[in-house]
């Protein structure tokens, strides 16, 4: 993973741990388990860092209450 990648991941943890109301670990934790991290997030980097915060933190949100997980 480069580094642009990594801080883009960072970033939409924070902007995710902001609207949820969690702690940030916990944000990474729901990521990884459900596999949000590993098999959408960073392999779709490229499209996904068009996008603005807000759709973002909506598209991922929508994800994990698709997966299951209560945010």
């Known amino acids: 993973m480069d ?3 990594l801080e883009f991941a960072v970033f939409l943890i924070h902007a995710l741990a902001d609207d949820w109301g969690r702690p940030y670990r916990r944000v990474y934790q729901i990521l990884d388990e459900t596999g949000i991290l590993d098999d959408y ?3 779709f980097y490229d499209v996904l860092h068009t996008q603005g915060r807000q759709y973002l933190v909506e598209d991922i949100t929508g994800f994990v ?3 299951g ?3």
């Open 3 to 5: 580094r642009k990648t």
């Open 69 to 71: 997980v209560q945010v």
């Open 65 to 67: 209450k698709d997966k």
């Open 41 to 43: 997030i960073l392999p």
